[in-house]
């Protein structure tokens, strides 16, 4: 017997987020009850990344971090809602009753995406989504040296000399018959022997 099953798609989202809930809130009760109580002022004070925590915690945040939370939000639960339509578009018990039912639910998810997509576009147009574009400046620092003095110096070609392996042949057997100096003198300390 072709039963249609009890639980829609839907419902089986209904029911994953009814047992994270339940769990989450289980495992919240269980630690406030078992765990130890033992306040004092440090465990109470703020916690700031391992600094200590000065002034009021009032402080202005940028209120782009929750646009951009919001966004992301709104198209995480646009893809809940396309994983069970996906499932049952391709369904051959359903194409099989009606042959318009692949179109209609193709339209029908056609028509939300374009709506969702619109209000990104919106959000984008107006500003919502961006930070603000820094302006690209040259930096300057105020020197007593002209600026014609870097141009000559840039100007400037230099030579440069060839490579010979027989100058650093002489330089490095110099350094090695120089006697090599310590810069500091080891001390060491003789345990006392007074038995």
Known sequence: MDEPSQISEYGKILLMAII???????????????SPK??????????ECGEESKGTSWVQFNPRFYVIALV????????????PWATVFGNADFIAADSRWGWFTL??????????????IYVWKSGDISWIK?????PTVSVGIPPSAYDQLNATTYAVRDFK???????????AAAPVKLGFKPKFKKPNSES
């Open 72 to 83: 992301f939000l709104l198209f995480d639960v646009e893809l809940l809602f396309i994983f």
């Open 134 to 138: 820094p302006t690209h400046q040259k």
């Open 20 to 34: 994270g809930i339940l769990l989450v809130a289980g495992t919240m009760l269980l630690a406030k009850f078992l």
């Open 38 to 47: 033992n306040p004092n002022p440090i465990k109470l004070s703020t916690y």
């Open 165 to 175: 392996e027989k100058e650093i042949e002489e330089v490095l057997a110099e350094k």
């Open 107 to 120: 339209i029908e998810m056609g028509i939300f995406l374009a709506i969702l997509v619109v209000g990104l």
